[in-house]
């Protein structure tokens, strides 16, 4: 049974470009969590997603972040027209039950040079 | 709004020793508090959750445990080895609608020298 997985693991990307993250969560989990770690700073929630749906995205900037967790496939947090303070580890976490049972992958870590 | 902060930020420590690390949290309206180990480059590994309602819990070498009315946590880790070394994250979960979001500290680095 496999965790949490993301990719890729390292990212880079220009200032300008779209940086597309991908999480599958483990399997029988259908709540998906978004953190982000900027340096020297502690893990922001960023995004709750459920399959379809996104259920509480207070912590995402308002412009250029956008994230899904589609019927099929993986959850995407998409940012567009990246910049230097975009640079950062992000983490996803999923759990079978909303609040309950929070495993987390390894975080891709976002380079934006 | 929850704040989690954490005491020290860095710790060294020779191997064999016993040391504690602490977590204060500002709202003890909590669901529980979870604490991590974070490897560099790595991911987040779960060491030891308590609920609310617990005062502690005990994994091996690691004993946690939690006085919710003061909002204060620690993690005391016995006989430390050098693969302990790692950053360790505390977390909380607050009660009530939002019980799905962990609000974390800064976390503490930890180092244990052979």
Same mark, same amino acid.
């Given at each position: 049974?496999?965790?949490?997985?993301?990719?890729?693991?390292?990212?880079?990307?220009?200032?300008?470009?779209?940086?597309?993250?991908?999480?599958?969560?483990?399997?029988?989990?259908?709540?998906?969590?978004?953190?982000?770690?900027?340096?020297?700073? *502690?893990?922001?929630?960023?995004?709750?997603?459920?399959?379809?749906?996104?259920?509480?995205?207070?912590?995402?900037?308002?412009?250029?972040?956008?994230?899904?967790?589609?019927?099929? *496939?993986?959850?995407?947090?998409?940012?567009?027209?990246?910049?230097?303070?975009?640079? #950062?580890?992000?983490?996803? #976490?999923?759990?079978?039950?909303?609040?309950?049972?929070?495993?987390? *992958?390894?975080?891709?870590?976002?380079?934006?040079? | 709004?929850?704040?989690?902060?954490?005491?020290?930020?860095?710790?060294?420590?020779?191997?064999?020793?016993?040391?504690?690390?602490?977590?204060? !949290?500002?709202?003890?309206?909590?669901?529980?508090?979870?604490?991590?180990?974070?490897?560099?480059?790595?991911?987040?590994?779960?060491?030891?959750?308590?609920?609310?309602?617990?005062?502690?819990?005990?994994?091996?070498?690691?004993?946690?445990?939690?006085?919710?009315?003061?909002?204060?946590?620690?993690?005391?880790?016995?006989?430390?080895?050098?693969?302990?070394?790692?950053?360790?994250?505390?977390?909380?979960?607050?009660?009530?609608?939002?019980?799905?979001?962990?609000? !974390?500290?800064?976390?503490?680095?930890?180092?244990?020298?052979?």
């Amino acid at each position: 049974n496999a965790g949490v997985m993301q990719n890729p693991r390292h990212l880079v990307r220009r200032r300008g470009q779209e940086a597309r993250l991908r999480c599958s969560p483990m399997k029988g989990h259908s709540h998906v969590y978004w953190y982000r770690q900027l340096p020297e700073e *502690g893990l922001k929630f960023m995004v709750y997603l459920q399959k379809e749906n996104i259920i509480d995205e207070s912590g995402m900037p308002k412009e250029r972040f956008s994230a899904e967790f589609p019927k099929e *496939g993986p959850s995407i947090l998409r940012i567009q027209q990246v910049v230097r303070g975009d640079s #950062a580890a992000y983490f996803c #976490a999923s759990s079978p039950q909303q609040a309950e049972g929070y495993t987390f *992958g390894s975080g891709t870590r976002l380079t934006v040079v | 709004k929850q704040e989690v902060t954490q005491i020290p930020a860095a710790l060294s420590v020779p191997e064999g020793e016993n040391l504690v690390l602490n977590c204060s !949290f500002t709202d003890s309206a909590i669901y529980n508090l979870q604490w991590f180990r974070q490897d560099p480059g790595k991911g987040l590994t779960s060491l030891l959750l308590i609920q609310s309602s617990q005062r502690e819990q005990t994994s091996g070498r690691l004993n946690a445990s939690l006085d919710k009315s003061s909002g204060r946590s620690t993690l005391y880790i016995a006989a430390s080895q050098p693969g302990d070394s790692a950053t360790y994250l505390c977390a909380v979960r607050a009660s009530g609608g939002s019980n799905y979001k962990l609000t !974390f500290g800064k976390g503490t680095l930890l180092t244990v020298n052979p």
